[in-house]
């Protein structure tokens, strides 16, 4: 503004002085009596009244641009209104960029950070806010923070909105739920999903602006992972008598707040908060690299300590869950966390992702007994201690060796990490291949009790087969057998139903002399889908013990499978998760509801049938009586709800995470030759 008046100014005394020299000229060519080359009488008569209203207008002018209120026509008797609007101008002029407003807006922008943590923070106790009731209340504080939100905007004039693609990505799937509604086969359900997408596109657009400062987006991810410790450890109470959910429930009646810890365990495996198991298992999954990312960008020891122990809880946790969809999705998700991460922490982010992942699966095997616990168990929880300080242990040493290897050379920090992943490979290679003797015994039983293992596999229908396996049998006393084995054939009606199947084959013997060899034949039906072992011991005084058991081709005599009765490095409760998907009703029941579930996009393909809309038609498509709300596949259930539209947004927002995470790889390369320390952001804390 001061360089605006010093222009205009010396605009004034330009002018003056072209004035007077005129004049002066004028004047002399006057007392000389001679005419004025450049100015003669008459046209310095009229330079000199053209000077005076041109002064005036250039006046006049600049006043108008340095205050718009004096640009309003004036009116006979005017003056005093007039007045009265400019003086009004000003004062909102003044308080609109007064410091006042600036101070308001910045502390604005904090509550409403403050708001969204505490609501990301909060999310996953309430049953994982997937019921309409605990939802409500979240969509009500999110959508009052983003009024405030946009209030801090305007109140500083920030114009900013939708500047990436995946903003614009967002916003269309958000869209594509509203066009639904109009051809929704339950309105309500549809308007309500379009509301809770409306509600993560709040959250997504507050968190991308407020948190666009590293400081801020470490404290959001260590919310995240305080939250998800926070759902481990009820996890674990759950199984050692509840006595923290107990107290939280007492706490949460009295101050008469709707939350209720309960139902956290489903037959051995842990569904904390979520109530339900493969719901915590996604969930943990992003908990856990999120931790261990923390771990990584962590410049102090104490940051890096708490990190790595929150991410052997998680992992603990996890592995309790027994997912097998999770099991198989998480080795996809570390493979996406490792080629993310930025040049010079991806072998370090390797070491601290593993250094959880060790003590973790060796405490599962002596946790497992614990798993349906109903009373309160100390060993849980100090065997959690053990292992959170074993994984921050194994932190701490990573720091210094690692550090000490890139001192030396780095062709040493690569070794390690090769080293690190050879060790890895091996320990998950030994653990799902080693196998053990299977013993089942009631030797000193004094009642009849029914032990059973059932290994299945799958074989090709129509073909003959021979089952051959070692077998050492005992017996105190004389009864009608020391052990028995079954074979079973199972259909797809079988497996939806329960049911035991066909009967194959049987073998039943007394004691043996030893170890002994033995075979027994069998022919898999054409309709057959899995063929089950059943290895049996039943009366008392009577032990049996088995090995080498394997599958061999009757006509040809080659062994077409080794089948593992025991692994030794695994807890059989999660052996028994693992095995074959077709063996299991709920694999099976998995691909009848995506065969259903195309059946329903096929009738529905361009905008879908709305939010919500599974659990209205489900029954009308079905081609097995079962009941389920959800189709257990997000794509599938995006699909039937928006059509090929909301497919194709959920593509835009992969498309721009992909192309913007290109855009920020290619473009650091060229400012990298080689993995160098530095080239992540470092937490200060």
Not at 119 to 146: C, D, K, N, Q
Request: charged share 20%.
């Amino acid at each position: 503004m001061k360089y605006y008046q010093y222009i205009i100014e010396s605009r004034y005394i330009v002018l003056a002085r072209l004035k007077d020299n005129t004049n002066e000229t004028r004047n002399e060519n006057l007392a000389q009596n001679k005419p004025d080359n450049a100015f003669d009488s008459n046209r310095g008569k009229e330079s000199e009244k053209r000077t005076e209203p041109a002064q005036k207008n250039i006046i006049q002018n600049d006043s108008k641009r340095r205050n718009p209120a004096a640009s309003v026509k004036q009116k006979p008797g005017g003056s005093a209104k007039q007045n009265q609007v400019k003086t009004y101008l000003d004062k909102v002029n003044k308080f609109y960029n007064s410091e006042l407003l600036v101070k308001l807006s910045h502390r604005l922008k904090a509550l409403v950070l403050v708001i969204v943590a505490a609501v990301l923070f909060y999310s996953p106790f309430p049953r994982g806010l997937f019921f309409e009731r605990e939802t409500l209340y979240a969509e009500l504080i999110v959508f009052g923070a983003f009024a405030l939100f946009w209030l801090s905007k305007i109140l500083s004039r920030d114009k900013r909105f939708l500047e990436t693609p995946l903003d614009y990505a967002a916003l269309l799937l958000v869209g594509v739920y509203f066009l639904a509604i109009f051809g929704a086969v339950a309105k309500r359900e549809a308007i309500f999903e379009w509301v809770r997408y409306c509600t993560y596109f709040a959250v997504f657009l507050m968190v991308s602006e407020l948190a666009a400062e590293f400081k801020h987006k470490i404290r959001l991810l260590w919310v995240l992972t305080a939250s998800a410790v926070g759902v481990c450890i009820l996890a674990l109470d759950a199984v050692s008598g509840s006595v923290l959910a107990k107290v939280l429930n007492k706490f949460f009646e009295q101050i008469n707040v709707r939350i209720y810890f309960g139902a956290m365990t489903d037959y051995g495996r842990l569904a904390s908060t979520f109530q339900y198991v493969n719901a915590l298992a996604g969930y943990l999954i992003v908990a856990f690299f999120v931790a261990t990312g923390i771990t990584v960008i962590s410049r102090g020891k104490g940051s890096r300590i708490a990190s790595s122990a929150a991410s052997f809880l998680i992992m603990l946790v996890f592995i309790h869950t027994l997912s097998r969809g999770a099991f198989i999705v998480i080795p996809f998700v570390a493979l996406i966390y490792l080629v993310t991460l930025p040049r010079g922490s991806r072998i370090k982010g390797l070491a601290y992702m593993l250094a959880p992942v060790l003590p973790a699966f060796l405490l599962t095997m002596k946790l497992t007994p614990y798993m349906n616990e109903t009373e309160f168990s100390g060993a849980v929880w100090l065997l959690s201690i053990l292992g959170a300080a074993a994984s921050s242990l194994i932190t701490v040493l990573l720091d210094y060796i690692v550090k000490y290897l890139e001192s030396i050379s780095w062709k040493a920090y690569t070794a390690l990490a090769t080293g690190i992943v050879a060790i890895a490979i091996a320990a998950v290679v030994v653990v799902l291949t080693v196998s053990a003797p299977l013993a089942l015994s009631n030797y000193e039983g004094d009642k009849e009790l029914y032990t059973l293992e059932d290994i299945h596999t799958v074989l090709e229908p129509g073909r003959e087969y021979k089952l051959v396996f070692d077998v050492q049998a005992d017996m105190k006393e004389d009864v009608p057998f020391a052990y028995r084995v079954e074979i079973y054939s199972r259909n797809e009606k079988n497996i939806l139903f329960v049911e035991t199947g066909d009967l194959l084959n049987v073998l039943s013997e007394k004691a043996t002399d030893g170890v002994q060899k033995k075979e027994i034949s069998f022919k898999v039906p054409t309709e057959s889908r899995i063929v089950d072992f059943n290895f049996i011991n039943h009366y008392p005084g009577t032990k049996a013990t088995f090995n080498n058991a394997s599958i061999v081709d009757a006509s040809t005599g080659k062994i077409v499978k080794n089948l593992i009765l025991k692994y030794k490095f695994m807890p059989q409760i999660i052996t028994t998760r693992l095995k074959d998907l077709q063996a299991n009703k709920s694999g099976l029941m998995r691909g009848i509801y995506y065969r259903d579930g195309l059946k329903m996009f096929s009738d529905y393909p361009l905008i879908g049938a709305g939010g919500g809309a599974w659990k209205f038609l489900f029954q009308k498509y079905q081609s097995y009586d079962y009941y389920t709300t959800q189709a257990h596949n997000f794509i599938l259930q995006l699909g039937v709800e928006t059509g090929i539209i909301g497919l194709l947004a959920f593509l835009a927002i992969v498309l721009a995470l992909l192309t913007m995470f290109a855009y920020k790889y290619f473009s650091s390369k060229g400012t990298a030759n080689k993995d160098t320390e530095g080239t992540l952001p470092q937490d200060e804390h």
